[in-house]
């Protein structure tokens, strides 16, 4: 059964992701237990964007020749170790070496997870397919992040990483168990060859364009739990339910998204950035309103979670031979873009307040619409010329 397979991948996704984005909603008690600001806090965030930045396109080429059902049973084994340290963390130092060493394990997971998924389905379902997958991503907003943030409103932070690791270490077993041994059937593709994709212009825009609108996206939503607290008046209980409430909405972002990429992967970038950017700006001005807020973030929910797919198959279908290194360099331009958005939000907050981080990051976003256009223009023109040269 092709379903059973991917499902579990799902399954395991949440986990990583949910270990990655955690932070989200445990930035202020944090801050305040280790005794730092909330900005610096934030830089958690950024050291393990960047982490899976840099390494991202190396650890795949190399991790892609291995069976992947060993490689995935230890990848959340890792993920599991380090939940554990950093629910023990005595330090920010400390809590920043636990941040680090799962941060190697997000590209390799999401790009060979991604690949399999492919793989089993054919590349003209790829975008249903990565959907199921992503499916535990949007389940990591939906319920992993606020969860997370319930928990530790209850019983502290450290639980919270100490209950993510238990869940890692319960993944681990599941696909151990379930998950059949198998290896991909086509050659694997020595490293060089992966590289050579880097020559291609487009699929560096394509790249680009992720980091643009992930810098965009993390902007603002790093700090949301504080925008949150602070001009919303929310205590950790509503915090945890609005993150919550904001990742639901995600669901329909996903399903959306994953239908349309298939169609035109550039258009759908096009078709959920403006109305993202719409629902960034809004956010801060709708903190009086209850119902301005709900619409505000319920636009910027269902863009942001189907952008998350749209951009991962957009880059993948860029360069379908070697789609498992290209995911690995979305995902790696994605976390770029986490990494500098956190590290932007950051400095807005210092030099302006928490409540410019909307228009801060709808800016951003804006850039990225315009390289999406250009983007149009050139895969017009570079289709014409296939044509030309075919006829």
Known sequence: MLLLPIMLLSA???????????????????????????????????????????????LTAYFSRFERKRLFVIVLLLFGLSNLAAALAPNIGVMALARLIPALGVPV???????????????????????IISFGVICATVLGVPIGTLVSDAYGWRVAFAALAAVAFG????????????????????????????????????????????????TAYTYLADLLERLAGFDGSWIGWTLMAFGAVGLIGNSIGGRLVDRNPIGASLLFSA?????????????????????????????????????????????????????????????????????VGGRVIDAIGVGALGYAAAAIVAVAIALSLWLMSAQARADAAVADCAA
């Open 275 to 343: 109305p993202m950017a719409l629902g960034l700006l809004a956010v801060v001005p709708a903190i009086g309103s209850t119902w301005g807020l709900i619409l505000a973030l319920t636009v910027w929910g269902v863009t942001q979670a189907a952008l998350f797919i749209v951009s991962h198959v957009r880059v993948m279908k860029a360069a379908p031979g070697a789609s498992a290194f290209a995911a690995s360099l979305n995902i790696s331009g994605a976390n770029l873009g986490i990494g500098v958005g956190a590290l």
């Open 12 to 58: 395991a996704g949440f986990t990583v992701l949910t270990t990655e984005f955690i932070l989200v909603g445990l930035l202020p008690p944090l801050a305040r237990d280790l005794g730092v600001s909330i900005p610096e806090a934030g830089l958690l965030v950024t050291l393990f964007a960047f982490a899976v930045a840099a390494s991202g396109p190396f």
């Open 171 to 218: 993944k681990a077993a599941l696909l151990y168990v379930f998950l059949p041994s198998s290896r991909l059937e086509r050659a694997h593709s020595p490293l060089a060859e992966q590289f050579r994709v880097l020559r291609d212009p487009l699929l560096i825009g394509h790249v680009l364009l992720s980091t643009l609108l992930f810098t965009g996206m993390f």
């Open 109 to 131: 997971f999401w790009a060979l997870a991604s690949e399999t998924a492919v793989d089993l389905v054919g590349q003209e379902r790829a975008g249903r397919a990565i959907s």
